[in-house]
């Protein structure tokens, strides 16, 4: 009876170290946020546009800002870092928005590799 005794506080020690994992295994299947992308996805999403930094496939966001601010003045106010295909080649791009000071919406859209604007436009 003694080692009864002792085993059943580990055995609800146990036990409750699985709460924990159970509360969080229901944060795969989210719902939707308003772009479409559950939490799981976007996870995915950083994780893969980390690992292109990291490889040096895209250019850090602080360089990328760095460089537009000196060709399209105003306020960011709105990043993105999309994996699209273009011209049958799989590339990563930013896209900004920006209020300019004349009170304007653009979207500027910009090669990761490089830094380039691919488009400029007006966000409506």
Same mark, same amino acid.
């Not at 580990?10 to 146990?14: A, N, Q, R, S, V």
């Not at 537009?68 to 993105?80: F, K, T």
């Given at each position: 009876m003694t080692q009864i005794s002792i085993m059943h506080p580990? *055995? &609800? *020690?146990?036990l409750l170290s &699985? &709460? %924990?994992l159970q509360a969080g295994a229901d944060d795969h299947d989210d719902p939707a946020d308003d772009a479409g992308t559950t939490r799981y996805e976007q996870l995915q999403d950083h994780q893969r546009a980390r690992a292109a930094r990291l490889r040096g496939e895209i250019l850090p966001i602080a360089e990328i800002l760095h460089h /537009?601010? +000196?060709? @399209? %003045?105003? $306020? @960011? *106010? $709105? /990043? +993105?870092l999309e994996d699209e295909t273009l011209d049958g080649q799989r590339v990563w791009l930013y896209e900004l928005k920006i209020l300019t000071p004349d009170g304007r919406r653009l979207e500027v859209e910009i090669d990761a590799r490089d830094g380039q604007i691919l488009e400029l436009e007006d966000d409506d």
């Open positions: 580990f *055995i &609800l *020690i146990g &699985l &709460l %924990p /537009i601010s +000196e060709q @399209v %003045p105003g $306020d @960011v *106010i $709105d /990043i +993105e």
